[in-house]
């Protein structure tokens, strides 16, 4: 039998202590989607006012130091998946083994804290591109995660007629999240009632796969480039005259598409000092 120490005031009093989250906020809900992705949800803080598409800073403490005994905050990028108006938080993330914060993240329960700074910025926003008729959406894997906001965004669809979003995975899996999120939207009382009655109608959904077997195969910079995604939408190419997007995937792809946009469809890229046609943000660093 082990005989238990009592614990003194002294002994207490050396303990190292766990400082207390700062920017504290606590998880309402976790859903996994593959073994790579998952999304939570999570308490907002009061004060935070964000603009639907911006990013925030997200994290959780990192270890203890163990010259120092003290511990840092760990913390990434991560974009706002819920709309400005939503009373929770919500984000999309990958799964990294290796990755110092999200090798700890996609164990986080209900109930458990996470650190979200409250200083929302970005590019992918409504005020950096000038009026138009039709707004694409062009995304590769967790890039999806400003759409989710974008798409439950009313500006969204007061500012456009149509709605294009392309979602570009290796995997069927990988497009479930921003499937269903889609599919909801019929459904979504709140957003028919506050935007008007069959507003989801405005949205065209083009996911395409790239290493499984799905109906629509193929990278969607190449499915521009022969005209197929063009011919399957029902629309012409994009056209500074009528045509906004907005970008978020990995580095190549970014390039990609803004080398497209600027030398084949004469679109001038946005900022939000200097809004114009297109706008960019990367999904992740390299
Ligand atoms: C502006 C911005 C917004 C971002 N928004 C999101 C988001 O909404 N959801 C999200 O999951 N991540 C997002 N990221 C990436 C995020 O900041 C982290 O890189 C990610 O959470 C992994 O953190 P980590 O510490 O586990 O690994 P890290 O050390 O940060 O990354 C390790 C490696 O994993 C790969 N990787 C990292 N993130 C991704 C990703 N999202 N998809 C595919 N491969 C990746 C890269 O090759 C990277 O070098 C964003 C990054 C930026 C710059
Ligand atoms: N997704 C997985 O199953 C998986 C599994 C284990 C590890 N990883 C690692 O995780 C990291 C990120 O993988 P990810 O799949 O999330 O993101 P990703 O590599 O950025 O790929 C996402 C999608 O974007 C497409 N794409 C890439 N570059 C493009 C470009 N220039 N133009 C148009 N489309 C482009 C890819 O097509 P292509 O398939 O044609 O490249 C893929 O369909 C990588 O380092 C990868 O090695 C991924």
């Not at 598409?53 to 840092?72: A, R």
């Not at 998946?81 to 110092?100: H, N, R, T």
């Not at 591109?129 to 039709?134: A, D």
Request: aromatic letters at 10%; charged letters at 30%; a negative charge.
């Amino acid at each position: 039998m082990t005989e238990m120490t009592p614990v003194t005031d002294a002994a207490a009093a050396k303990a190292p202590k766990v400082p207390a989250l700062p920017d504290a906020q606590t998880v309402t809900e976790v859903k996994h989607w593959t073994d790579r992705l998952f999304s939570f949800r999570c308490t907002r803080p009061a004060s935070l006012r964000f603009r639907s598409g911006e990013f925030v800073m997200i994290g959780l403490m990192g270890d203890v130091n163990p010259k120092t005994g003290k511990q840092k905050p760990l913390l990434r990028a991560y974009s706002i998946a819920s709309p400005s108006w939503d009373e929770e938080m919500e984000f999309y993330s990958i799964k990294v083994q290796d990755g110092p914060l999200t090798s700890k993240l996609q164990h986080i329960k209900v109930g458990d804290e996470v650190i979200l700074r409250p200083k929302p910025v970005g590019t992918l926003v409504h005020d950096a591109l000038i009026p138009g008729k039709r707004i694409w959406f062009f995304a590769t894997g967790t890039g999806f995660a400003p759409f989710a906001s974008l798409l439950r965004e009313p500006e969204t669809y007061e500012k456009f007629d149509e709605v294009i979003i392309t979602h570009t995975c290796r995997e069927v899996g990988e497009l479930t999240y921003g499937r269903e999120l889609i599919e909801a939207l019929k459904d979504d009382e709140l957003l028919n009632e506050v935007i008007g009655e069959g507003f989801w109608k405005k949205i065209k959904y083009y996911p395409t796969t790239t290493r499984e077997e799905s109906p629509k195969m193929g990278r969607i910079t190449d499915l521009m480039r022969s005209g197929e995604a063009f011919e399957d939408l029902g629309v012409p190419p994009l056209n500074p005259d009528t045509d906004r997007a907005m970008i978020c995937g990995n580095l190549a792809f970014n390039l990609e598409l803004k080398d497209l946009f600027e030398n084949t469809y004469g679109l001038e890229e946005g900022a939000n000092s200097k809004p114009a046609h297109f706008v960019v943000e990367k999904a992740f660093l390299d």
